[in-house]
């Protein structure tokens, strides 16, 4: 009974000693990346000598090129990526391997990505009591909000932003709806979008209301 007790911590002692001489330390990627910036990130162990790190990209092996480079060293090995690159969101994974154990660990990149237009809206000429639709979009990395405002009838120098009510409905699409439109709405209105990153994006447009009679 001793000798089996004796044998049982000694295995646990070695094979306690190979997973701490293989530890990767955790490692991660900047909070804030935006489309085009340099990224870099180290996978290093707490100890070990001739170690063979990998990086892998949602579980595929990380081929270096130039624009994507994996330097290595004695106890460490750091992934720099040149020009961050919407697709190069993802989950990363650095291991090491010897014969006699490995280990992995894992890190996220979110790369941001300013708003950009997809579709601006443009000035438009309509009869009192019609319907009059207008189509604001943008894409980014996290997704824009849009906002849509108009000019105040008190003060021109003056933006309200609008809400959907009565005879108007603002889709979180980005678009502006006015049905039965009235005389009192004519104006500019500006469409704005901004998710975080770089500029805010605007674009102003006017609406004529044209009443016709007889």
Same mark, same amino acid.
């Given at each position: 009974?001793?000798?089996?007790?004796?044998?049982?911590?000694?295995?646990?002692?070695?094979?306690?000693?190979?997973?701490?001489?293989?530890?990767?330390?955790?490692?991660?990627?900047?909070?804030?990346?935006?489309?085009?910036?340099?990224?870099?990130?180290?996978?290093?162990?707490?100890?070990?000598?001739?170690?063979?790190?990998?990086?892998?990209?949602?579980?595929?092996?990380?081929?270096?090129?130039?624009?994507?480079?994996?330097?290595?060293?004695?106890?460490?090995?750091?992934?720099? %990526?040149?020009?961050?690159?919407?697709?190069?969101?993802?989950?990363?994974?650095?291991?090491?391997?010897?014969?006699?154990?490995?280990?992995?660990?894992?890190?996220?990149?979110?790369?941001?990505?300013?708003?950009?237009?997809?579709?601006?809206?443009?000035?438009?000429?309509?009869?009192?009591?019609?319907?009059?639709?207008?189509?604001?979009?943008?894409?980014?990395?996290?997704?824009?909000?849009?906002?849509?405002?108009?000019?105040?009838?008190?003060?021109?120098?003056?933006?309200?932003?609008?809400?959907?009510?009565?005879? %108007?409905?603002?889709?979180?699409?980005?678009?502006?709806?006015?049905?039965? %439109?009235?005389?009192?709405?004519?104006?500019?209105?500006?469409?704005?979008?901004?998710?975080?990153?770089?500029?805010?994006?605007?674009?102003?447009?006017?609406?004529?209301?044209?009443?016709?009679?007889?």
């Amino acid at each position: 009974m001793i000798y089996k007790d004796i044998v049982k911590v000694l295995m646990i002692t070695f094979l306690s000693s190979v997973g701490t001489g293989q530890k990767i330390r955790p490692f991660n990627f900047p909070k804030t990346v935006t489309l085009g910036e340099r990224v870099t990130t180290t996978c290093a162990t707490n100890s070990g000598d001739d170690l063979v790190y990998k990086w892998y990209k949602d579980g595929k092996e990380i081929d270096a090129n130039k624009r994507i480079q994996i330097l290595n060293y004695a106890g460490a090995s750091m992934l720099v %990526i040149e020009t961050a690159e919407i697709n190069d969101n993802g989950n990363y994974t650095c291991t090491v391997n010897l014969p006699s154990a490995s280990d992995s660990y894992s890190a996220v990149l979110k790369v941001l990505v300013p708003a950009q237009w997809i579709k601006q809206p443009s000035d438009q000429d309509i009869a009192s009591g019609d319907t009059v639709s207008f189509l604001c979009q943008a894409s980014g990395v996290p997704p824009p909000n849009i906002i849509w405002k108009k000019v105040s009838h008190l003060n021109q120098n003056s933006l309200e932003t609008i809400m959907t009510a009565d005879n %108007i409905v603002v889709s979180t699409n980005g678009s502006l709806i006015i049905t039965d %439109i009235r005389k009192t709405q004519e104006g500019l209105y500006r469409c704005e979008v901004y998710n975080g990153v770089g500029e805010v994006l605007s674009k102003d447009i006017s609406i004529r209301v044209i009443e016709l009679y007889g």
